[in-house]
């Protein structure tokens, strides 16, 4: 379930949401990640889950992150600094069956790496759709963050898309996959980046964990 705020937290988390948010530069390789100075938040996902969206959804920006229609368009990892305070990470998508086996192996392989080698990740945010509940490849990527120990918690996407009950057992459905996760947060987060559902709570949630000031 979605964790309840106060709304004082709520504000504060919309406040830091607000501040101005750079887009800092994308890499297909670590040799060009930018200094690991900040807390990052990074966003992972299969392909076409909303990754874009709600990274714009969450800073009230339409085109921060680049959206499309079409799966597998997000090839790099980009990132964005958020006030000086957090830098948001969006993440390759992964599981899209018309990339290459060669491209699915190389951003694959890209992900890893950054896993395991940012000192300053805080969490992952593991998105998944609201429509499937969890995959395959949402399974393997849990496999992948408790082998490196990050911190992991899964957004619900996409629940505008999809009936009342049918929300509330994909819900029940990802909550059992989590257990005895070694990794997961055990606090499910719903959300709908077209409706605004959820986008408060996420933000106060990500608030947690950003500098307490502006660095640099």
Known sequence: MTPEFTAETLEAG???FAQECLFVLGVASLTGLPPDELPEIAFAGR????K?????????RKTLARTSNTPGRTQQINFFNLGGRLMLVDLPGFGYARASK??????????????????G??????????RRGV??????TMEILDKAAVSYQVVMTKSDKVKTDALATCVEGVGKALKNRAAALPEIVTTSARKGRGIPE????????AAPKPLG
Not at 121 to 130: A, E, G, P, T
Not at 135 to 140: F, Y
Request: glycine fraction near 6%; include cysteine; proline fraction near 0%.
């Open 102 to 119: 060669k491209d699915v192996n190389t951003w694959s392989e890209l992900v890893r790496d950054y896993l395991r080698g940012r000192v």
């Open 52 to 60: 874009s969206s709600l990274v714009n959804a969450l800073t009230g």
């Open 47 to 50: 392909s076409n889950v909303g």
């Open 14 to 16: 919309r406040l830091l």
């Open 135 to 140: 995959t395959r490849n949402d399974l393997e």
């Open 202 to 209: 996420l933000r106060a949630t990500l608030l947690a964990l």
């Open 121 to 130: 990740l805080r969490r992952i945010c593991l998105l998944v759709d609201s």
